[in-house]
């Protein structure tokens, strides 16, 4: 049950919520350790500060034994060693507050509109992309804002970087891709050939690591090569998704089989054909990252359509957290 004083101090502040104006904080110990917490972490995982983080911060309310390292699950911001009227400025300071996740590698929302061929990561890891064509030819109505519509002809480049390759070198590491695609039927020009979503995959030079597809018959699909003996790991959704905005995810999680990727498709986990050669592990290559694209006799099987909001990270996403980022902006 929330506690009365609990109830009274959010009310007092209230205001400052509701008219998104910046509350004046309360001398706090170590305001500076409080906002690096936050960079980490909200108080129930999904990364972004609302009513479920205040159910879980009103648990502790007072509470003065607060330590390290759980500072009360998170709740004791200024880690001071007691959840009070300090903590609670902050809480509302971050009132409705996305919080970056520390794993995510790259997030490209690809609303870019200028005469110029700069695409941005937003993610703060600065993996800024290069398009093929000034973004304002690319630039289309979106599912986040605006979106790239690639067209069968178009891509963007990011530079290859070791973040990018989910491996140890003896072992895979765990990672997942989030997007907004808008699937549409294949025309003459795509036939038999996959539309890709994302990839860091050069077969010219035989550096092929990872790839995310809609396969020619509009089948999701994610696929890992371990080229050093000739192996493959891959996983398709069992049943075609529609024409039209879909959010679609791929998670892996390092197991070296086809059972350890899972598709979703708008938030729900879907039934899938694993399949599995000869595989040990991916290795890191010098391929850069493709956008609606790989590099198959140069820059090629190009996205059908449109690209939106297209996240990269370094972990298996739980299905809570990929139906949370569904959510944010669920299909119309």
């Known amino acids: 049950m929330v506690k009365p004083a609990i109830i009274f101090a959010f009310l007092v502040l ?16 170590d305001l500076e350790v409080a906002v690096d917490t936050l960079e980490l972490t909200d108080l129930n995982g999904d990364w972004i500060f609302n009513f479920e983080d205040f159910a879980v911060f009103s648990a502790f309310w007072l509470n003065q034994t607060c330590s390290d390292p759980n500072w009360c699950m998170g ?8 959840v009070d009227s300090n903590d609670l400025s902050i809480f ?16 490209w929302p690809l609303d870019e509109n200028a005469a110029n061929t700069f695409v941005a990561d937003v993610s ?6 290069t398009a093929t064509v000034d973004t304002s030819v690319l ?37 997942s891709i989030t997007a907004w695609v808008y699937v549409t039927t294949p025309g003459v020009e795509v036939n038999d050939i996959p539309q890709v979503i994302i990839s860091k995959w050069d077969f010219d030079i035989q550096d092929k690591e990872w790839l995310l597809v809609i396969r020619p018959d509009l089948t999701l699909s994610l696929q890992l090569v371990d080229d050093d003996n000739s192996g493959v790991v891959k996983a398709k959704t069992s049943a075609p998704l529609s024409e039209g905005w879909h959010f679609v995810a ?12 899972a598709l979703y498709v708008d938030g729900v986990k879907m039934p899938q054909t ?32 449109r690209v939106d909001d297209l996240r990269l990270f370094s972990k298996c996403l739980t299905p809570t957290e990929v139906s949370d980022l569904y959510s944010i902006y669920p299909a119309p």
């Open 124 to 129: 703060g890891n600065n993996h800024n992309g």
């Open 274 to 305: 694993p399949s599995a050669g000869t595989y040990v592990r991916m290795r890191n290559t010098a391929a850069d990252v493709y956008l609606g694209a790989r590099i198959y006799a140069g820059i090629n099987d190009y996205f059908e359509d």
């Open 92 to 107: 509302c300071d971050y009132w409705l507050t996305r919080i970056a996740d520390p794993c995510l590698v790259a997030h």
């Open 139 to 175: 630039s289309a109505p979106g599912q986040v804002n605006t979106c790239f519509d690639f067209n069968y002809a178009d891509a963007v480049s990011i530079v290859d970087h070791d973040a990018f390759s989910f491996t140890t070198g003896a072992n895979d590491l765990p990672f």
């Open 75 to 82: 709740s004791d911001f200024d880690a001071s060693g007691a």
């Open 250 to 261: 791929s998670t892996y999680d390092a197991t070296g089989v086809g059972d350890g990727i």
């Open 14 to 29: 209230a205001p400052a919520i509701i008219f998104a104006q910046r509350p004046v904080y309360l001398p706090a110990p």
